[in-house]
């Protein structure tokens, strides 16, 4: 490659990568001193229940929350410790697992949504425009796009 990288995306992408950390890192924050739960903690309860039937299969949850795969199923044993979740075989294919929101995790999660949305309010939204975020969420649509293409054509799922 011989051509020089253009600056100005190189700062927007770097940019976007210390926002997401930032962000992440206030909202966990949050979640922690306010409930006691972790981001990935409340990612999965999320992902759970928006899920038909407040379940997923272990490897389709794997692909929907903002956590490594490896580090998943240690979340998840820690997360049916507490009693938030629980492990339910597949009937279909003796090999699968389903995660599944209990009662108790779905209290978690109503109990967390209120200070985790206003986290995500003070610390992201309250700094654009409603240009910005029209902008940003056109631009952020392409780029998951493009990127489900590419995984999907590399044998890679996509989240």
Same mark, same amino acid.
């Given at each position: 490659?011989?051509?020089?990288?253009?600056?100005?995306?190189?700062?927007?992408? $770097?940019?976007?990568?210390?926002?997401?950390?930032? +962000?992440?890192?206030?909202?966990?924050?949050?979640?922690?001193?306010?409930?006691?739960?972790?981001?990935?903690?409340?990612?999965?309860?999320?992902?759970?229940?928006? #899920?038909? $039937?407040?379940?997923?299969?272990? /490897?389709?949850? #794997?692909?929907?929350?903002?956590?490594?795969?490896?580090?998943?199923?240690?979340?998840?044993?820690?997360?049916?410790?507490? !009693?938030?979740?629980?492990?339910?075989?597949?009937?279909?294919?003796?090999?699968?697992?389903?995660? +599944?929101?209990?009662?108790?995790?779905?209290?978690?999660?109503?109990?967390?949504?209120?200070?985790?949305?206003?986290?995500?309010?003070?610390?992201?939204? #309250?700094?654009?425009?409603?240009?910005?975020?029209?902008?940003? !969420?056109?631009?952020?649509?392409?780029?998951?796009?493009?990127?489900?293409?590419?995984? /999907?054509?590399?044998?890679?799922?996509?989240?």
């Amino acid at each position: 490659m011989s051509e020089r990288p253009d600056e100005a995306k190189i700062t927007v992408f $770097g940019s976007f990568l210390r926002a997401h950390q930032q +962000v992440s890192e206030v909202l966990n924050k949050n979640l922690v001193s306010e409930r006691g739960i972790s981001l990935p903690w409340y990612d999965v309860l999320f992902q759970l229940s928006v #899920a038909e $039937g407040g379940r997923l299969r272990l /490897q389709e949850l #794997a692909e929907r929350v903002l956590y490594s795969r490896s580090g998943l199923t240690r979340l998840v044993d820690r997360m049916e410790t507490a !009693g938030l979740i629980s492990r339910e075989p597949c009937a279909h294919d003796k090999r699968g697992t389903f995660a +599944v929101l209990t009662p108790l995790g779905k209290r978690e999660l109503r109990r967390s949504a209120p200070g985790h949305l206003r986290g995500i309010e003070e610390n992201f939204f #309250a700094n654009l425009s409603d240009e910005d975020v029209a902008v940003l !969420g056109r631009a952020m649509s392409k780029v998951l796009e493009a990127t489900k293409c590419a995984t /999907q054509s590399a044998g890679v799922e996509a989240r």
